[in-house]
C-alpha cells in the first residue's frame, strides 16, 4: 500500500522504510541480517505517529541489531570461507582446476589474474553444489516416488530453494558453504513440495520421512544462515 521514510537522528542516524500494509494487524521491526536495512510495517489505519514513537522506543535495540550486522566484503586470497560447514582458506597452486586439499580451496593461479579469486570461487562453489544436489534430490524423490524437472543454481538472497507448479527446482549455491546435513534437508524440503506445494502438515510429513532432525538444520539456517551472505565473489577492481 505505500512506502514512506523515516529517520531516528543520532550519531550515526539511521534511516527506516514505512510500509503500511492492509494486511498486517501489528507493527512489525525487522533489520536484515543480508544489508542492514531497518524496515517498519505497520497496519493501514495506524496513524503514523505511533509508528514513529514505537521506532524511538525501540531505538536502542535496532542500534544494537546494527552493530551485529556483518558487512558483505570481497573475498581475496588468503581469506577464509566456508565450505560444508568448515573454513577452509582461499590460496593459488599450480593445479589445473580448484581442488579442496586440507583446510585449503586452492584456485588455479592462471584463472585470478586481473579479477582476482572471487569468479573462481564462486564457479566452483556453484559445481561443488550440483554435485550434491542433484543426488540428494534424486534419492528424496525416489522414495518418495515422485520425479522433478530441471534443478536450477542461483545466487539467491530471498530463499534457499524453490519449487514451481511445474516441478523444477531452484537452489541457492551458497547451500553448499553450509553443513553437509542442512544443504540436504533444503534439498528434501523442496523435494517434499511435489508432493504438497504448501506448508501443511502433510507437507511436514513428507519432509520428516526424508530428513527426521529437520528442525535442527532449519534452525541452523534461520541463526547462520545470512553469515554465508557476507561472502563476495565479485571481479576485484583494485
Known amino acids: 500500500m505505500g512506502m514512506r521514510q523515516a529517520r ?38 495506524l496513524p503514523q505517529r505511533e509508528a514513529l514513537a514505537f521506532l524511538r522506543d525501540r531505538e536502542e535495540w535496532i542500534r544494537q541489531a546494527l552493530n551485529d550486522h556483518v558487512a558483505p566484503r570481497p573475498v581475496r586470497t588468503g581469506d577464509s570461507i566456508l565450505f560444508e560447514g568448515r573454513p577452509v582458506m582461499v590460496t593459488a597452486g599450480r593445479t589445473p582446476a580448484a581442488v579442496i586439499s586440507d583446510d585449503r580451496l586452492i584456485l588455479p593461479e592462471r584463472r585470478l589474474a586481473g579479477a582476482g579469486p572471487g569468479p573462481a570461487i564462486a564457479a566452483f562453489l556453484r559445481l561443488a553444489a550440483r554435485d550434491r544436489l542433484l543426488p540428494a534430490c534424486d534419492r528424496h524423490a525416489s522414495r518418495l516416488g515422485l520425479d522433478f524437472g530441471r534443478v536450477t543454481l542461483r545466487d539467491t538472497r530471498s530463499r534457499w530453494g524453490s519449487c514451481s507448479p511445474e516441478g523444477n527446482l531452484m537452489f541457492s549455491w551458497r547451500l553448499v558453504m553450509a553443513p553437509p546435513d542442512v544443504l540436504d534437508y533444503v534439498a528434501a524440503h523442496e523435494v517434499a513440495h511435489r508432493a504438497e506445494m504448501n506448508h501443511s502438515p502433510r507437507f511436514w510429513a513428507h519432509v520428516a520421512r526424508l530428513c527426521p532432525d529437520h528442525a535442527r538444520h532449519r534452525a541452523w539456517l534461520r541463526q547462520h544462515g545470512h553469515g554465508l551472505h557476507r561472502y563476495r565473489f565479485d571481479p576485484l577492481n583494485d
Open 8 to 45: 531516528l537522528d543520532g550519531d550515526p542516524g539511521i534511516e527506516v522504510e514505512l510500509r503500511r500494509s492492509a494486511r498486517a494487524r501489528r507493527l512489525s521491526l525487522r533489520v536484515s541480517r543480508l544489508d542492514g536495512r531497518v524496515t517498519l510495517t505497520l497496519p493501514a489505519w
